[in-house]
């Protein structure tokens, strides 16, 4: 069996802060996209345009080598080995700092006899039709949907009787304070999990074993608001716009045309359809 993917499309759109800090690849069995996560804590130096932007082309690169974990298996050794690998990389430039470190949304699709694994770490969106057309969606979570709901929640409960009272709006100091907190507290015991520096984030990732792939999108979050602002109507028109390079193109293009149209600035976007290679 030949376990190798073949591409179909691959977009990268920078967004408004103009430097790209998404990533995306595949070599092999191994295909995955990578959203490094705006900076919010005091920037370490790392030698790139920014932080992120050095963990994500790290990262893409580190997993187009070999496999080096010994103790996991399948998709999960493969993410574990890399997030390692970054960690050795990163001891000689920042010592051991964590909390600082940068931090990514990371899904790693990996081929094997049964179809196809998926790995999500946060938001990045995986969709994959399998044969008989069923479209699968593989994606962990919103990175910042603790903030929002802690946003969300009243203050207090409102009374059993009487009209219903008005949320206030959101001060975006307080939601930029806990942003932080929330970043300082990631990749710890009942936090959010993401690709920074620890090995053992592998375990904590949403894992999805799939049937054959016939065709798989890979997109980080700043492309999947083509969803959220019903430029498509969900994960299977997704895969539909984005089955080509002119494709997918075309969708962007229409995302940062709407983005424009509403004043919302525009996240870095990327895009990478495959299909298992024929043999």
């Known amino acids: 069996m030949n376990l190798a993917w073949e591409t179909r499309a691959r977009v990268l759109f920078e967004g408004d802060a103009h430097v790209m800090e998404d990533a995306c690849g595949f070599k092999g069995p191994n295909a995955w996209v990578i959203d490094g996560a705006t900076p919010l804590l005091e920037p370490l130096g790392l030698p790139a345009s920014s932080d992120p932007q050095w963990l994500a082309q790290a990262l893409t690169m580190i997993l187009a080598g070999p496999g080096t ?26 010592g051991a700092e964590r909390v600082r470190f940068p931090s990514a949304a990371i899904s790693v699709a990996q081929l094997n006899a049964d179809g196809v694994e998926v790995a999500s770490l946060a938001d990045c969106s995986v969709v994959v ?11 962990s979570g919103d990175a910042n949907a603790a903030v929002d709901a802690a946003l969300a929640a009243p203050a207090q409960e409102p009374p059993a009787a009487g009209p219903e009272q008005a949320r206030p ?43 054959r792939p016939e065709l798989m999108v890979m997109a980080t979050d700043g492309a999947w ?41 525009a996240d870095d976007a990327c895009v990478l359809t495959l299909a298992p290679a024929t043999p």
Request: charged letters at 30%; zero cysteines; hydrophobic letters at 45%.
């Open 129 to 139: 039709r399998t044969a008989g057309g069923a479209i699968h969606l593989v994606r």
């Open 169 to 211: 709006p959101v001060d975006p100091a307080e939601r930029r304070r806990l942003l932080i907190h929330d970043r300082q507290l990631r990749n710890t015991q009942g936090r959010l999990w993401v690709a920074r520096r620890e090995p053992e984030a592998a375990d904590h990732a949403h894992v999805v074993q799939l049937d």
């Open 225 to 265: 608001r083509a969803v959220d602002l019903g430029l498509v109507s969900g994960p299977e028109e997704f895969l539909e716009r984005t089955e080509s390079t002119l494709g997918a193109l075309g969708l962007m293009h229409e995302l940062r045309a709407r983005q424009a149209e509403i004043g919302e600035v």
């Open 69 to 94: 974990d010994l103790v996991r298996t399948g998709v999960r050794a493969r993410l574990a080995s890399a997030l390692a690998a970054v960690d050795a990389a990163a001891m000689p430039l920042v």
